[in-house]
Nanobody, 119 residues
Framework: QVQLVESGGGLVQAGGSLRLSCAASGRTFSSYAMGWFRQAPGKEREFVARISWSGRSTYYADSVKGRFTISRDNAKNTVYLQMNSLKPEDTAVYFC????????????WGQGTQVTVSS
């Protein structure tokens, strides 16, 4: 069982930065690939970024590539999403999720943290 708790969301002006954190419980955090997703009002949840269990491989949605960076610290059971050059269209609830091993299916989800970017 893995429990995920996101933090770091808030209100920021366009062009600004935020860093989201996702703290995981359990001793097997390093066995999971981790992902960030987001859901804007009235829209479906969409993929943002993913990092492999080792941290060596990362993947990004085209909409955030070059602006967002995903990273992890397995010693702290935490995954991060550094968001720079934020745009109003980045406004959404951001969720972290855990996928065991190399699976594409995410087994565990956090409750989400709100990010609002004002123009």
């Amino acid at each position: 069982q893995v429990q995920l708790v996101e933090s770091g969301g808030g209100l920021v002006q366009a062009g600004g930065s935020l860093r989201l954190s996702c703290a995981a419980s359990g001793r097997t955090f390093s066995s999971y690939a981790m992902g960030w997703f987001r859901q804007a009002p009235g829209k479906e949840r969409e993929f943002v970024a993913r990092i492999s269990w080792s941290g060596r491989s990362t993947y990004y949605a085209d909409s955030v590539k070059g602006r967002f960076t995903i990273s992890r610290d397995n010693a702290k059971n935490t995954v991060y999403l550094q968001m720079n050059s934020l745009k109003p269209e980045d406004t959404a609830v951001y969720f972290c999720a855990a996928a065991f091993g190399g699976s594409e299916s995410y087994n565990y989800w956090g409750q989400g943290t709100q990010v609002t970017v004002s123009s």
